[in-house]
């Protein structure tokens, strides 16, 4: 299920790997239950974010959304799906 602009807004700048623009969320524990994003929306989130990335027609740095992701889940980059 992807975020509501509800959900979307209450995150804090932080919880973006571009801060500035708001591009690819991947928020913390604490940050998503804040927002009112359940662990497992939490969790696909981050997945999302790693695949948008990837894809070569976005703005998005994979080292970059990776490394964030890295940080912030427990899904560890080993069981990640490769192409």
């Known amino acids: ?4 602009p509800r959900q ?3 995150l804090p700048d932080s919880a973006f790997a571009y801060p500035q ?3 690819y969320p991947v928020p913390t524990k ?3 239950q ?8 939490r969790l696909n989130i981050h997945r999302n974010a790693l695949s948008r990335a990837a894809q ?3 703005s998005g740095n994979t080292p970059t959304v990776a490394k964030k992701v ?5 899904i560890k ?3 990640r799906k490769k192409k």
Not at 70 to 74: K, N, T
């Open 30 to 32: 604490d940050q998503a």
């Open 56 to 58: 070569a027609a976005t």
């Open 77 to 79: 980059p080993s069981s």
């Open 8 to 10: 979307r807004k209450k």
């Open 21 to 23: 623009s708001r591009k």
């Open 70 to 74: 890295d940080q912030r889940s427990p």
């Open 1 to 4: 299920m992807p975020l509501t």
């Open 34 to 41: 804040k927002a009112g994003i359940s662990e497992q929306q």
